[in-house]
């Protein structure tokens, strides 16, 4: 029984083990990169058994001399201080260095002293510049293929696009005032305004050189006359000119007796109860589609008058019919504005013969001619 003492140490450092073993655990999960106790540490805290020296036993501080009490434990912060961060190898950078901000400071250029020549080879140069090779050394370096020059374009020479061809436009041909015939199965109108008469005219073509005519003139009212008549191309000089007769007979209707009317629409106008007027009418066109054709229209009027009245005092009584005449004369132009469509303007007078009127009557219209 001399082991007796020793059995209880041997029981206390098995639980002792047991319970530090655990701990050991714990640590190396929480804190992986920690090193781990040496052997030469971790043998002082294990003493030998009573009866074996191979058995070790985790370091537990001895019993009281006295005996009976149970060790204390080792706690867990009681880790070397070594073993809190890993060992950084020699000559290695730090983990976070300072960044380099030396590219943000401006050069640092010497300037040149006082009138000092300047340097002219420093600003023209430019950094990364390269030699121009001399001859001899130019001749080994590669050749780049020859581009043939480039040959400029002449504006000029390149063709404007086309313009749009239009149809050459249609001369106009339709005459009302002129000597020239609108043909068989044409017709032709005409309005005039002016002074002193208003007129309204149509020609219907029954020949190639032969139109009938027939229109209305009135004295704004004060004189209403009726008018038929024919007209004869004589000369077709074409397109150009023509010649020709007309003859027209009327019939007008005055508001007032010729008793009670001085200077009125007898006066003005040159007609009376029957009218008869033949003459002769021409006309010439410029070259060109739509230039003017000039008209001339010379005539004879020879007036009777049914309602004659005796001016003298006692000349006695006053004839049944009074013939008169006068010489209407005519000039104008039609102006063309389209194929059938012409302005008419038309200027002249009356030269007249009877004693009691004027020795010439001014006539000024203008008005529209169209053809059908």
């Given amino acids: 029984m001399r082991f007796a003492p020793s059995l209880p140490l041997l029981v206390f450092a098995l639980v002792g083990d047991v319970q530090a073993r655990p701990v050991e655990v714990a640590r190396s999960a929480v804190v992986p990169s920690q090193s781990r106790v040496s052997g030469a540490e971790a043998s002082k805290g294990r003493v030998p058994s009573a009866g074996s020296s191979k058995a070790p036993v985790p370091s537990q501080p001895g019993p009281p001399a006295s005996g009976g009490g149970a060790p204390a434990r080792v706690s867990s912060g009681t880790a070397p201080a070594a073993a809190s961060a890993p060992a950084e190898p020699l000559g290695a950078p730090?983990?976070?260095?300072?960044?380099?901000?030396?590219?943000a400071q401006p050069g640092q250029v010497p300037a040149?002293?006082?009138?000092?020549?300047?340097d002219d080879a420093a600003w023209e140069s430019f950094p990364g510049a390269t030699a121009v090779p001399e001859a001899e050394e130019a001749a080994t370096q590669p050749q780049l293929p020859e581009v043939p020059p480039l040959v400029p374009v002449d504006e000029a020479a390149i063709p404007a696009p086309p313009a749009p061809v239009r149809p050459p436009p249609v001369p106009n041909r339709v005459s009302l005032l002129g000597a020239r015939t609108v043909g068989a199965g044409g017709m032709a109108v005409g309005l005039a305004l002016g002074f002193p008469i208003v007129s309204a005219r149509v020609a219907v073509g029954v020949h190639r050189r032969v139109d009938v005519l027939a229109g209305v003139d009135s004295a704004y009212g004060l004189m209403n006359e009726?008018?038929?008549?024919?007209r004869w191309m004589v000369l077709d000089g074409g397109p150009r000119w023509s010649v020709g007769m007309a003859v027209e007979g009327s019939h007008a209707f005055f508001l007032r007796p010729a008793s009670v009317e001085d200077r009125g629409a007898r006066y003005y106008s040159g007609r009376r109860n029957w009218n008869v007027l033949p003459g002769i009418v021409g006309n010439l066109q410029f070259a060109g589609a739509r230039s003017p054709r000039l008209f001339l229209d010379v005539r004879y009027l020879m007036a009777l008058d049914t309602e004659p009245i005796q001016g003298v005092p006692l000349g006695g009584l006053p004839p049944d019919v009074e013939l008169s005449g006068a010489f209407p004369v005519r000039l104008g132009a039609e102006i063309p504005v389209s194929e059938k469509t012409s302005y008419a303007l038309t200027i002249g007078g009356d030269i007249r013969t009877r004693p009691d009127e004027t020795d010439f009557m001014p006539v000024i219209t203008f008005g529209v001619v169209t053809g059908f």
């Fill in 112 to 118: 040149p002293a006082r009138n000092e020549a300047p």
């Fill in 226 to 230: 009726l008018r038929v008549g024919a």
């Fill in 94 to 103: 730090p983990r976070n260095p300072a960044p380099d901000t030396s590219w």
